[in-house]
């Protein structure tokens, strides 16, 4: 708010930082040229009639189902009370093992009989019944009556079995024919009329029967019969004694089979061709299932039978016809029984037990599947591990498939206790949806049988092996082609013949499609771990690539750091080799200056130079000994060794600021230098060892100190006079005092060796050690010749030193005399801890000892106050350019006063 209304700054520029983006034309439509004249009405109208008016293409699967074909199917089927005449008689199941203790339980039967006409179980409409409580049980119910809805349809006692068929069973054979596969199963208590309802009688044929009528009823109109081709398979299961189950083969010369997870392993399939073949059969495997006489039933059901009937596609002129693969299945399960009421014992009672249990876990999955549904939090129990029925049923327990439940119930009042407990059971299974059902042609696809005729027993093709072995099919319902082969029921060998023929073709050309579609998922999952597998070596590669990336960032970055570090060295070397062209031109010959009488040479005004030239008798060895200063300081001193050949050592010294100090280069030893003597004091040892080291066949070392100078032999006698005379001239002057220095000491240890100094020009100069002697700046001309009484006072000193030495002018300077030479020269090491490693000449030729008396006679100092100067830089390097001047100074005195001392 304060910014609005805050008034424009006139001189303000504002910046856009991202700018207003235009839109870009849409590159597929043309912009109008003159958009005001585009009028609406130029548009034309959609053509919804034309969409509407095209016809499209409508499938099964496509179409949505209602409501009501996504549940399970329930339907109950109310048994008629059977006459005295039509029930079981007690005497009749005298075969049966009696159990004494259950006498009364046949007595029972007869009083169930007696019961028996009145009904618990009315019939409210076709889909609700009501269970009246008997009024014996009333007492112990809480209820009188319970009513069940929702039924599909409710069959009344005088239903039957066509009506059933026609409500139940047609609609499922019609979707079968269609390629839909569905389950149904009777469910009920012993003596129901389960088996009634699904096989029948002869004269009242049952619901597998009307289906195989209507199966091949519908067939053969059409005139088709070629074009398809169904199978049949039969088996039970069943309990051998009560000690497990069993699967056996009701076709003829079937045997026992084997459950292979969800899939019966052996189990035959029967081409059928008609309903005499298929009525033939199912005739024949009704005889051969397990059924015993119970109280309740005189042919009870003791096994759970399953009837496949299988639609199998054949090829039709290269086309393989979608409606097929399709498995209609029947079961016939075993009637639930309750000891008190059959009264079984021994065998039948393991086998009732059985019995109940398999029902038990059936109506268990199907209400776990319930649950499920109704909260998919609760998890599907895997009840169905638990039977092999309900193994084999897995997928329709699971909701996968479409299934069909028959109740059948009894309504008499002897009964209500079945009938309650079917009823309580089986009444919310109708609530059951189905999940994931399979489209029809899916279905059909994954269904591969592979049939055998009964005529020739043929044995397994290696396409039908191949088919087991891709297992194509669903697992209940994957033929299993054995060596027994299947014994298809034909009359005719003609037939047969057909059959064989009809069978032959329908395996292959179901192998192509099978084939194709096997082909394409395993190209699909080979592409796929091609995929997988180009996608992992990829990012290998990625990471491999990256890591030698870094790793050549990180040498070029050390390449860099080694190019700079060579640089540095680089310049430093060249700067360190003009130092040195410099230093070796600008360096002066003392030869040419060199006052052989003196051995002081005085180049300018403000140098004082002494070059001490000691010649050894041999011209190639030379040894110059140079010392430049301004203003009689020493700085800078460079040590040359070596010229060429080794023939002669130089030391220079120079002033400082006159030359520049040149980089010390580690290693460097033919040529080293020092900016200043004081500062690196490791420096000059190294240069003294390397000196050594360049000159041990002629030792010679020349060295200078700013902690230690050492005058002896005929150096000393030399300086002893001259310091004697200046050490007064300048006592005489305390306002000009500086302190003397001893720059350098020239040292020749060896005797024996041949003479060690030369100059660099080979001249044979025998003498003794060089001793420079200058004055601060102040003071500088202490020792110049521009005072005449000083000069007159040095003049004199020396004087008196040559002639009080035993040692005259002419053997100082002859150079021709070497004798004396060896006997006075001077070999003065200055050590770095301050020791003194002299070759201490020989006694008879310390012939300075009068002078140094002298010297200490007639100078007086105070040393102490020198001394404190040394303590308070004690420990550093770096010392000052006065307490050099001073600490040679003061060496210098010590020595004298040491020798003094001594004499
Ligand atoms: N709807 C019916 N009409 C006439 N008779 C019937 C009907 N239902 C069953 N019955 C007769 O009842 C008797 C028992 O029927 P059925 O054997 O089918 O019972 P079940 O449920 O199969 O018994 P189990 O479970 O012991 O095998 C049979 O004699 C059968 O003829």
């Avoid at 579609?517 to 070596?537: C, D, G, P, Y």
Wanted: proline share 6%; hydrophobic share 30%; aromatic share 4%.
């Amino acid at each position: 708010m304060e910014m609005n209304n805050s008034p424009p700054c006139p001189n303000t520029v504002t910046i856009r930082r991202n700018p207003p983006r235009r839109a870009r034309a849409t590159p597929l439509i043309t912009p109008l040229a003159t958009p005001q004249t585009f009028n609406l009405s130029e548009i034309p109208p959609f053509p919804n009639d034309d969409v509407l008016a095209e016809e499209k293409p409508q499938t099964l699967t496509s179409l949505p189902e209602p409501e009501a074909d996504h549940k399970i199917k329930v339907f109950l089927r109310i048994r008629p009370i059977l006459s005295p005449s039509q029930a079981p008689k007690v005497k009749a199941k005298s075969v049966w093992p009696q159990n004494p203790t259950k006498k009364n339980i046949t007595g029972g039967a007869k009083t169930l009989k007696k019961k028996s006409s009145n009904s618990c179980l009315t019939v409210n409409d076709s889909h609700s019944v009501t269970l009246s409580t008997p009024l014996e049980l009333r007492e112990s119910k809480r209820t009188k009556s319970e009513t069940y809805g929702g039924f599909s349809h409710v069959f009344n006692s005088d239903s039957s079995q066509v009506e059933v068929y026609e409500k139940i069973v047609k609609p499922i054979v019609e979707n079968f024919l269609d390629g839909k596969s569905e389950m149904l199963a009777a469910l009920g208590p012993s003596g129901s009329g389960k088996t009634h309802t699904v096989f029948g009688s002869p004269r009242d044929p049952g619901m597998v029967s009307l289906a195989l009528r209507h199966i091949f009823k519908g067939t053969q109109p059409h005139g088709n019969k070629e074009s398809r081709s169904f199978h049949i398979s039969v088996f039970e299961i069943y309990t051998e004694r009560g000690k497990s189950e069993k699967l056996l083969d009701l076709l003829r010369d079937g045997g026992e089979l084997s459950m292979q997870q969800s899939s019966v392993k052996g189990l035959q399939q029967v081409v059928i061709s008609n309903v005499e073949e298929a009525e033939s059969l199912i005739s024949q495997s009704v005889l051969k299932r397990a059924t015993a006489m119970t109280n309740t039933n005189s042919q009870s059901s003791r096994s759970q039978c399953i009837i496949n009937i299988c639609h199998i596609p054949k090829k039709c002129k290269g086309v393989v016809n979608p409606k097929s693969g399709a498995v209609l299945t029947i079961i016939d399960l075993a009637g639930a029984e309750r000891e008190k009421r059959t009264g079984n014992q021994g065998t039948r009672l393991l086998e009732s037990n059985f019995i109940n249990n398999t029902l038990m876990v059936f109506g268990l999955c199907l209400r776990s599947l319930l649950e499920h549904q109704k909260n998919p939090k609760k998890p599907l129990q895997k009840h169905f591990q638990n039977s092999l029925l309900t193994r084999y049923l897995r997928e329709y327990l699971e909701g996968k498939k479409r299934m069909s439940l028959i109740l059948t119930a009894k309504s008499a009042d002897d009964d209500y206790l079945d009938t309650s407990y079917l009823l309580r059971q089986a009444s919310p299974y109708m609530q059951i949806k189905y999940n994931d059902v399979e489209p029809t042609n899916m279905v059909s696809k994954k269904r591969h049988y592979v049939a055998s005729s009964a005529m020739d027993f043929a044995k397994p093709t290696p396409a039908s092996e191949h088919l087991k072995r891709m297992r194509c099919g669903s697992g209940e319902h994957t033929v299993q082609n054995d060596e027994k082969s299947v014994a298809e029921v034909n009359t005719s060998k003609k037939d047969a013949s057909s059959e064989c023929k009809l069978d032959t073709s329908s395996s292959v050309s179901f192998k192509p499609e099978c084939d194709s579609q096997t082909q394409s998922e395993r190209n699909h999952i080979i592409m796929r771990n091609f995929a997988k597998a180009l996608w992992s070596v990829l990012k290998q590669s990625n990471s491999k690539l990256k890591a030698a990336e870094m790793e050549i960032q990180s040498l070029k970055e050390s390449i860099g750091y080694e190019k700079n570090k060579y640089l540095v060295l680089k310049k430093e070397f060249s700067e360190f080799k003009a130092c040195r062209t410099w230093s070796e031109g600008g360096k002066v010959k003392v030869k040419d200056v060199v006052d052989p009488a003196l051995n002081m040479i005085n180049c300018d005004d403000n140098t004082l130079k002494f070059d001490p030239a000691v010649t050894a008798g041999h011209s190639d060895v030379a040894n110059a000994f140079e010392l430049h200063g301004e203003n009689s300081s020493i700085h800078n001193c460079q040590i040359i060794e070596s010229k060429g050949d080794q023939t002669h050592d130089d030391l220079t010294c120079h002033e400082a600021g006159f030359i520049p100090s040149p980089p010390q280069l580690p290693g460097f030893t033919r040529r080293d230098s020092c900016s200043s003597v004081e500062q690196d004091k490791e420096l000059v040892w190294e240069q003294e060892e390397t000196f050594y080291a360049q000159a041990s066949s002629k030792p010679s070392r020349l060295d200078q100190s700013d902690e230690k100078a050492t005058l002896d032999g005929s150096c000393a006698q030399l300086d002893s006079e001259k310091s004697d005379r200046k050490l007064q001239a300048s006592a005489s002057k305390p306002a000009h005092h500086n302190p003397l220095e001893v720059e350098a000491v020239s040292e020749i240890p060896n005797e024996s060796s041949e003479p060690i100094i030369n100059q660099p020009d080979e001249e044979p100069a025998h003498g003794a050690s060089c001793t420079q002697l200058d004055s601060g700046k102040s003071n500088g001309e202490v020792l110049t010749p521009s005072s005449k009484s000083e000069d007159e006072a040095v003049n004199k000193i020396l004087s008196e030193l040559l002639v009080s030495s035993s040692i005259t002018k002419n053997e100082i300077l002859d150079p021709s005399s070497t004798k004396d030479v060896y006997s006075t020269k001077t070999c003065d090491i200055v050590g770095d801890s301050g020791g003194v490693s002299s070759c201490k000449p020989p006694k008879p030729k310390r012939t300075l000892m009068p002078s140094s008396s002298l010297l200490s006679r007639d100078f007086t100092f105070d040393p102490v106050d020198e001394t404190e100067k040394l303590k308070g830089n004690k420990g550093t390097r770096k010392l000052p350019a006065d307490y050099l001047k001073s600490k040679g100074s003061i060496t210098l005195l010590h020595m004298l006063k040491g020798k003094s001392n001594f004499a």
